[in-house]
């Protein structure tokens, strides 16, 4: 009996030494600008070419702008990088989708949506939230800078097997609860460090309840919990995502992805369960992932670093507390479901005048089907900013930044110290969450307006 995790592990365990981590084949390497240059470097100095180039995919998206494409970058550094990534690709042979091209886009919204991401692969990319992947049954984790340099030489990669946890969801989800606050709900209750050294499987009837957009949401913040990855066992919402990709599955890749999910009597080395009946829209109040608290509680005491940093204080609600910035985007939830959530808050409605809203989509194809769909009509309609593909305001790149001392919902992943702009305040949150705050031009619960 085995769990899926072990199954998609022995499947790729080239040579296991007694007491040494595993040489593990790599199927599919993501490759974007920020942490490839010194890996390509390292690959030439030592002479080696890349040992699969049609394995290896890259994308732009961490420092593009998402004004229009025909203007000038802010960031000098940002320029570089697209250039030296461009020219590595050209040498190597690797495919690449370009700043500025009609198939770019954030690179764990790009795999999914392109067919790449397949159930019972192993992903790798310098990036720690391709755990995202993991919604496809794809064991999927972020690697530094000199394992990019060892997949590319190598297409393997030496691994410690990590051990297995399975979080269990079931009941159902409420009126104007998702995904996000699903996995916040999920990260307040391990910590950040509570998943480290498991890969974390996601089971349940909720879980099996979510979209693949959803999959992907709770899947992306693995990591915030410390995990090395995420999973969420292939069915038919997984089948019926894919067929509508470019790459539709074949029956020998069908056959196969049924006998992935975990074998019944099969063991976890932990679990846990929560109750979806019980959770809320869900929203952070400090510097780390972990500190969700349901929207209409107050903010616990004893985290009283973190509340100088926000100027919030315990006691207090974050309901009604005024916000400035709203954004709508990152790699975790920035998917066309995640647009038509924001869309059917904003519809009719305009954004408060204190706040400056951006709606960045995930990806050129995201874009199209968003205008297609008059989805970016409704965001400026209401006042909000509809903008280019890329990780935008989630990392603070080439101007999309909240301004020191401002606070900023946002649906990205991480609400650390600096992570949106120097002194920026981040309240992590969902789609709906955000919107129906952007509307209120204070912390506002979706459920009033769903």
Request: proline share 6%; net charge neutral; with cysteine.
């Amino acid at each position: 009996m085995k769990t899926l995790f072990e199954k998609v592990w022995s499947d790729h365990v080239v040579m296991q030494e007694p007491g040494s981590p595993a040489i593990l084949s790599i199927d599919l390497h993501l490759v974007h600008e920020v942490t490839s240059p010194q890996a390509f470097t390292g690959l030439e100095k030592r002479g080696l070419k890349v040992r699969r180039p049609e394995r290896t995919v890259a994308t732009m998206d961490h420092s593009t702008p998402t004004i229009k494409t025909s203007l000038p970058m802010l960031e000098p550094m940002a320029r570089k990088q697209l250039e030296t990534l461009a020219q590595n690709c050209e040498r190597h042979g690797i495919q690449l989708h370009a700043y500025g091209s009609d198939t770019t886009g954030i690179v764990h919204v790009l795999g999914p949506e392109r067919g790449l991401t397949r159930p019972g692969m192993t992903i790798v990319c310098g990036d720690s939230h391709t755990s995202t992947h993991g919604a496809f049954g794809a064991l999927a984790f972020g690697i530094g800078t000199s394992e990019v340099e060892h997949v590319l030489a190598t297409q393997c990669l030496l691994q410690h097997r990590p051990k297995t946890l399975e979080v269990r969801v079931d009941g159902r989800l409420g009126p104007g609860v998702t995904g996000k606050d699903v996995i916040l709900a999920i990260i307040a209750k391990l910590g950040v460090g509570g998943g480290t050294g498991f890969v974390i499987e996601y089971t349940g009837s909720a879980i099996r309840a979510l979209d693949m957009a959803g999959r992907m949401t709770v899947c992306n913040m693995s990591i915030e919990a410390g995990a090395r990855a995420g999973m969420i066992a292939p069915d038919d919402t997984t089948i019926d995502y894919l067929a509508r990709t470019r790459v539709p599955p074949t029956d020998r890749e069908l056959a196969k992805w049924r006998a992935l999910p975990t074998d019944e009597g099969a063991t976890f080395d932990r679990s846990i369960s929560l109750d979806a009946s019980e959770l809320v829209p869900m929203i952070t109040f400090g510097t780390m992932p972990d500190t969700g608290i349901p929207i209409d509680a107050p903010i616990p005491a004893g985290n009283d670093k973190a509340l100088a940093y926000m100027g919030l204080e315990a006691g207090r609600p974050l309901l009604g507390r005024d916000v400035d910035v709203v954004f709508v985007g990152s790699c975790t939830n920035s998917r066309i479901e995640d647009l038509r959530a924001a869309a059917g808050i904003l519809r009719g409605r305009h954004v408060a005048k204190n706040v400056r809203m951006l709606v960045v989509p995930g990806s050129m194809k995201i874009k199209r089907d968003a205008e297609a769909e008059g989805l970016d009509e409704v965001f400026r309609a209401a006042g909000a900013e509809w903008r280019e593909p890329g990780c935008s305001m989630c990392i603070a790149m080439n101007g999309d930044e909240v301004p020191a001392g401002k606070f900023a919902v946002s649906t990205s992943n991480r609400n650390f110290e600096g992570r949106q702009g120097k002194g920026a305040r981040t309240l992590l949150a969902s789609p709906l969450t955000a919107a129906a705050s952007a509307v209120a031009g204070k912390v506002a619960d979706p459920r009033t307006l769903v």
